[in-house]
């Protein structure tokens, strides 16, 4: 059987290496195998741009109220840290890192803070910090609500699980274009970036964590009549294990973002990065914006969020 398997295996080869030479040793004849013809070529970037640019002119609106919604929140939490001196700021990061873990992490987060002070970037860490106070909450919950709707339906897991393959698979980056094109310029595209990194560990943590739950416990909870709402609150939640983290996942992840966003332009936090997106020049007459990134440029056709929508189509350029 082995030696058929083998054979029929030989026999394939051998026959893709013949058909490999035969196109090598024709192709300066037959144009069609060295060159592509580009009467073939789908234009799918058009559509695309002419399907955004007419999704954009028809529920525009709809995406600058939720981003005027949610920059509410933000400008909150933006005003609370810039109100509180410095020195209590510090003096409260460092305690409550010191209830969490202990001096070692207390220190290291004192020294942290002290770093952001001496560099200059006092204010721009505070906007960071805001928009990780805001996103992490919101994180944690969405992340919460569909880890339980996973556990309890099968049919939602399947469904769930390739989505956050895909969220976790994506370059960071990448989500920023279309959120950009639909919620405008502003600190909104980074709280929402922020929150679709950092839920899909969350949603994974709930569900395993559910599904570890001893039996005994569910059993015992049956046994002394709790109800659907007691079983979970009461017993299974308290009982399962999400993680030896001690910090939560969608903290880590929303913290990391922010770090990644900052590395990638040298000397910018990563408050500048996703708010600034360095903007390099501007057109009235067309709405054309040119955005810098680290390593390619984009041009932008794109609406304000302080404006009517205009167009929408996306071209890219070669590197810089």
């Given at each position: 059987?082995?030696?058929?398997?083998?054979?029929?295996?030989t026999l394939s080869w051998i026959v893709i290496i013949l058909i490999t030479i035969v196109l090598l040793f024709f192709q300066d004849k037959w144009d069609w195998i060295s060159k592509y013809p580009?009467?073939?070529?789908?234009?799918?970037?058009?559509?695309?741009?002419f399907s955004m640019e007419k999704f954009i002119d028809k529920f525009g609106w709809f995406f600058l109220n939720i981003s005027w919604l949610l920059s509410w929140p933000i400008i909150g939490a933006q005003w609370l840290l810039h109100s509180v001196p410095w020195v209590v700021v510090i003096f409260l990061v460092t305690f409550i890192a010191y209830?969490?873990?202990g001096l070692k992490l207390a220190l290291f987060t004192l020294s942290a803070s002290f770093y952001m002070v001496l560099i200059g970037y006092w204010e721009e860490s505070m906007n960071t910090l805001a928009l990780v106070i805001i996103s992490v909450p919101m994180a944690i919950i969405i992340g919460f609500g569909l880890g339980?709707?996973?556990?309890y339906?099968?049919?939602?897991?399947?469904?769930?699980?390739p989505i956050l393959d895909i969220f976790q698979t994506v370059?960071?980056?990448?989500?920023?274009l279309p959120i950009l094109l639909l919620f405008g310029f502003g600190t909104v595209v980074g709280l929402i970036a922020s929150i679709l990194y950092s839920f899909p560990p969350m949603v994974r943590n709930t569900i395993l964590g559910l599904k570890r739950v001893p039996d005994h416990i569910i059993e015992s909870a049956i046994m002394s009549g709790a109800n659907s709402k007691q079983l979970f609150w009461q017993a299974m939640l308290p009982s399962c294990e999400l993680g030896s983290e001690p910090i939560p996942p969608p903290f880590l992840d929303s913290s990391a973002i922010w770090i990644h966003s900052s590395s990638s332009m040298a000397g910018n936090p990563g408050w500048v990065s996703y708010t600034g997106l360095h903007l390099l020049s501007s057109s009235e007459d067309d709405g054309r914006w040119v955005t810098s990134w680290p390593s390619s440029s984009y041009e932008v056709h794109i609406f304000n969020s302080s404006s009517p929508p205009r167009t929408?189509?996306?071209?890219?350029?070669?590197?810089?």
């Open positions: 059987m082995k030696s058929i398997i083998f054979e029929k295996n580009k009467e073939l070529i789908v234009p799918v970037s058009d559509w695309i741009n209830l969490s873990s339980i709707w996973g556990f339906s099968k049919r939602a897991e399947k469904i769930i699980m370059p960071t980056f990448a989500y920023l929408s189509s996306l071209v890219t350029t070669s590197p810089v």
